[in-house]
């Protein structure tokens, strides 16, 4: 066997190598894409979620909606201030952030300050909306993004009578 002859099956071979790795790293990806980073997708299947009393839909509401917050975060407060373009009398809507200070940041609507609770359904992003059933289960949850249209959101939740469809 000749030196170039070696060197052509070497080369062969690492491409190859790196072209099973990409496919590997690719079907990785879409198949985080189908679980984790679907806003349908439930974040543990197992694990159930609730919230405290605090978080919980008032007499004659339809259901309460915690949208997780930081108050360093821009798209934030634009996902609190689309929620309150209007009045909800069949929705509780809560803000949830770490500290106070966060808390002060938000004006025009309940903001708590409560780090646990933020934990316990911090997935990772911030804004996160939260429906909520009356028992404080958490039965759906959406990522909030600079062009989602909030309002609307809402507004679905409201038409359909149920908690479970933000």
């Known amino acids: 066997m000749t030196l170039p002859l070696a060197l052509s099956l070497l080369s062969l071979l690492v ?30 299947a197992a694990e159930s979620r609730t919230v405290s009393s605090a978080y919980r839909p008032e007499a004659g509401q339809v259901a309460a909606v915690v949208l997780l917050m ?10 609190w ?22 808390a002060a940041a938000f004006t025009g609507g309940t903001v708590v300050a409560d780090p646990g609770q933020w934990r316990e359904l911090f997935e990772g992003y911030a804004p996160c909306m939260y429906a909520i059933d009356p028992k404080g289960a958490v039965l759906d949850r959406r990522f909030v993004y600079g062009d989602t249209d909030v309002p609307e959101l809402l507004a679905k939740l409201v038409a359909s009578r149920s908690t479970h469809a933000l």
């Open 15 to 44: 491409t190859l190598f790196a072209l099973v790795a990409v496919a590997g790293v690719y079907s990785r990806v879409r198949i985080l894409e189908q679980t984790a980073l679907n806003p349908d997708a439930a974040r543990l």
């Open 70 to 79: 930081d108050g360093s975060c821009a798209v934030c407060h634009q996902a």
């Open 81 to 102: 201030t689309m929620a309150h373009e209007r009045e909800w009398p069949e929705l509780k809507i809560v803000g949830l952030v770490t500290d106070p200070q966060m």
